[in-house]
């Protein structure tokens, strides 16, 4: 399992960015998905979530109404509109996977990409 994370950067307050991960070594479409972050002020913790066929969702309080998952089946893509973004969304972003394997749960992480939103 490979999940690569990219469009990270620096970006003013009220900007945008697009995160996009690239998922191999599974049956992508089978799975939910999901992106985390990691910022000064907080441990790792989930950030929005996305079904296998992409039509169920869910986000973070703070993050509602600004930032937007979705994926691509075919490309085996997930990606994350990040709207409107303030100083407090700086931090590492993580694509995650998860499901209950043969020999108990499994999950898998990209690297992280770094996002930082100057004020």
């Known amino acids: 399992v490979q999940l690569v994370e990219s469009g990270g950067g620096l970006v003013q307050a009220g900007g945008s960015l697009k995160l996009s991960c690239a998922a191999s070594?599974?049956?992508?479409?089978?799975?939910?998905m999901a992106w985390y972050r990691q910022t000064p002020r907080e441990e790792r913790a989930w950030v929005a979530v996305?079904?296998?066929?992409?039509?169920?969702?869910d986000y973070k309080d703070s993050v509602k109404g600004r930032f937007t998952i979705s994926r691509d089946n075919g490309k085996k893509m997930v990606y994350l509109q990040m709207n409107n973004l303030k100083p407090e969304d700086t931090g590492v972003y993580y694509c995650q996977t998860a499901w209950s394997g043969d020999s108990g749960p499994e999950e898998y992480w990209g690297q992280g990409i770094q996002v930082t939103v100057s004020s």
């Open positions: 996305i079904n296998s066929n992409g039509r169920i969702t």
């Open positions: 070594g599974f049956t992508f479409s089978r799975y939910g």
